[in-house]
Every structure is written in C-alpha cells, then in structure tokens.
C-alpha cells in the first residue's frame, strides 16, 4: 500500500517576503545615496529620489525630511514647513525633525506680518523646546534655543536669563560649542570684554579645525 503524501503548498510568502525585503533594500540604499547628493549639495539630484521614495511610502519620514531640507536651503520657505510638519507627524520622537522645523517657522517669520510673527515665534520656541527635551545633547538645537531668547522681544517669549541658561548646559555637553555660543551672544549684547573672554575660552578646547581662532579673529575685526 502506497503512502499518501501531503501536497507541499508553495512558498508564496517566504518568497513575497523577500522580494519586499529586496526593494526596501534597494530602496535604503537609494536614500543613502540622495542623502550623500543632499550633503554634497546636490540638491536637484536628491529631491528627486526623495521624492519617488515618499510617493511610493507617504509614511517615509526619511524624505519628508530632506525634501524639507531641501526647500528650506532653496528659500521655499512654505514647502520647507509643510515637508517639515510631515516629518514630524510622522517621527514625533526625532529631535532633529523638530529642530528643523523651529528653524524653518523661524525663517517664515522673517518675512511675515508683525502679526503673524507671533504666532510663529511661539512655534519656533515650542519646537526647540521639544527638540532639547527629546534629546539633551543636541546642542545645535540648544544653541538656537538660546538665540531665540536672547533676539526676539520679551513679550515674544525673549529673555536674556534663558539664553545664557541655555549656554550654561551646553557646556556641559559641548564645552567648546558653549562658550562659542557664549561669544556670540556676548558679542552682540556688545559685551566686548566677556565677549573676547569665552572666544579664548574656547580657543583653549579647541583641536585641528580652529573654529575659535576663526571666530574671534572675525570678533576682533567688528570691534576695531
């Protein structure tokens, strides 16, 4: 007697999985590609592949972000908040979305009505704000953070106190970066003596690029 043997059914999923796992491979190493043409400033190239890549997936954070990116350094300023504002629906929890995105409104209010400006000053700060606390080593972030409070009004959300609190943690990150920020706000507080004092700071932390000595060469020409 003959054993019956079970009928094999055929890998339809296993091989669905790995052509999914295919293109979303292929798909990666596209955007890493892009985002080495964004970083070379090659902006048409990148714009896109990011583009095709969130036309396939509207869920692609990845290049709402750099389409953001990407608009903000060409001064379309609304398409930047809208890709930005895309971006961070889509990873609330990325600090650099937010950081992004505070910077953009903060470029929308500079050619805004005095009306409008402060609405989009209170996003600005409430960005940067979300940005630090998602992440309190981002001190590019914190360092916008202080700016904010040290130029804009104090019925705007402006206070000198918060900007230098903000410096204070960002050295203790980033001391180099905290006293340059430092510098640069002392310097135009016209503070010259403190001023001179944190960019020699700085100059003590710093190592092959001489980002510091550069800084305040530029702070000795404009105090001549």
Do not use: C
């Not at 890998?11 to 070379?40: N, R």
């Amino acid at each position: 007697m003959k054993m019956k043997l079970p009928k094999l059914k055929p890998f339809t999923l296993p091989l669905a999985a790995l052509v999914l796992l295919a293109v979303s491979t292929i798909a990666q190493t596209d955007l890493d590609a892009a985002i080495k043409q964004f970083e070379a400033k090659n902006y048409a190239e990148a714009k896109t592949v990011f583009e095709q890549a969130f036309n396939a997936d509207q869920k692609n954070a990845v290049a709402a972000f750099y389409l953001g990116r990407i608009a903000f350094q060409q001064n379309k300023t609304d398409d930047a908040v809208r890709w930005l504002e895309t971006a961070v629906k889509l990873r609330d929890d990325n600090s650099g979305y937010h950081h992004w995105l505070g910077q953009a409104y903060g470029k929308k209010a500079l050619a805004a009505t005095m009306l409008n400006r402060a609405s989009l000053a209170a996003k600005v700060k409430d960005e940067l704000l979300k940005a630090v606390s998602l992440d309190a080593s981002n001190w590019e972030a914190r360092a916008d953070l202080a700016k904010f409070y040290a130029e804009v009004p104090a019925f705007l959300g402006g206070s000198s106190e918060k900007a230098f609190e903000q410096v204070e943690l960002i050295k203790k990150t980033n001391p180099l970066q905290g006293w340059l920020v430092a510098g640069e706000l002392l310097a135009n507080q016209k503070k010259n003596a403190n001023a001179e004092r944190a960019y020699l700071e700085a100059e003590k932390l710093q190592s092959g690029e001489f980002e510091a000595t550069m800084k305040l060469g530029r702070f000795y020409q404009q105090v001549k």
